[in-house]
């Protein structure tokens, strides 16, 4: 809790900042902010913290949660300085950002269903004045407002979800509803059942699981790279942490009521981003069609339901989400060298600039679960345990589509080793060289040390 009253702080800080005219140095503040929050919160692992009348309640779900959120946003902020430049739009721009993180925070560790959709507009209204962000650009500005009305839009079934299960348990806490449901199943109204699809369909648009996906290409690829960034990592982590806390938890005793819409989404979302993918020939729509098809095995870690579940999804989020933050850094790289995240603009890479050539590679592999890659291991852990659960069916298809994905990731290595190179050499920035040495690292030492991340982030 006190991680994320800093965080509050960050964005109050923010606002001073824009009244006072302060701004130097302000990104450099809420990353130290940032870091001191995150050291806050891995201090209260295996602890069990309730705030607001049990209205969050920080156990070691929400502090892992919360932990990987802070420790990916501190990377994003790295990532994203030059995003921050124009001052202007400076302190706007950071305090959107704090905020998000914070609704973040507030999304994994949620008790009462009210806090989950304050979390939930907290980052989500953030994130609709982001998207539109570079308001000189026509995409940026549709980006928005296509956000805005498709997430309004899923807002409202979230909402009439949570009324319906109010008015069948008389309560918006997560323990009394899953304590009434398993006492009186065989006296349920029929409505909660209704109040139940209603809200995982809310959900499912929040981390745009298919085929409430439509938003996400055009909103990813219309929206300023960095903001793409943030949406593709710290919002997924945010939005599968609460879809997880609430259907593993609070609705489970009813899974049966669920569970096949559960499997049809998670089909539909391992096959259609990534069959949708292979035609994409701007870079940063083929990584946004990649986002929504990661969704897909993770949701296939969550049919095949488990006492090892929890880590499963954590381990794959860490490994998806260093990728991503990497993948996003080099394409933004590429794009302010080029002044295009078209697949042209990756002609010749490996000439006018082997090192980009080597991380993007190196990422892209991980992506596409090549060993001894985190991205192989962590689809492993995934097929693994769908396996064992008996759903060999998921996992041909999950198979079948993550050598889909194959094809589409060595879409951009044809592009960086057998075209012709347009342009002059891309000079990288020291700090940007930096981050990427640290990302692609880290992506090694996960794939390399599964078992080690595991131990480390064991949820209980």
Known sequence: MNALLVILGLGFVSLLAEIINVKKGLTAFITLGLIAAGVMIIMDWDTSLHYYSDMLIFNNFAIAFSALITIISIFWFWMAKDFFKAQEHQTDRSILV???????????SFSNMAMLFLGIEILSISLYVLAGSSKDKLSSNEAALKYFIMGSFATGFLLMGIALVYGATGSFNIIAISEHISANTATLPGFLYGGIVLIL?????????????????????????TITAFMSTVVKIAAIGAFYRLFSFCFLPVQSSWLVILQVITVLTLIVPNVTAVYQVNVKRILAYSSVGHV????????????TSEGTIFYYLVSYSITSIAAFTVLSIVEVSTGSTSLESFNGLYKRSPF?????????LSLAGIPPLAGFFAKYMVFNQALDHGYVGLVIVAVVTSLIGVYYYFKIFGAMFFKEAEGNEI??????????????????????????????????
Do not use: C, Q
């Not at 980009?356 to 892209?364: A, D």
């Open 201 to 225: 369909i809310g959900i499912a648009f929040k981390i745009s699981a298919v085929p409430f996906h439509f938003w996400a290409p055009d909103v990813y690829s219309g929206a300023p790279t």
């Open 356 to 364: 980009l050539t080597t991380v993007m590679t190196i990422i892209m």
């Open 296 to 307: 897909g095995y993770i949701l296939l870690a969550f049919v095949s339901n488990s006492a």
């Open 427 to 460: 000079p990288v920035p020291f700090f940007s060289k930096l981050l990427l040495i640290i990302l692609t690292g880290l992506t090694l030492l996960a794939g390399i040390f599964p078992d080690l991340l595991i131990s480390l982030f064991e949820i209980r």
């Open 98 to 108: 704090v905020f998000a993180i914070a609704g973040g925070i507030i999304m994994v």
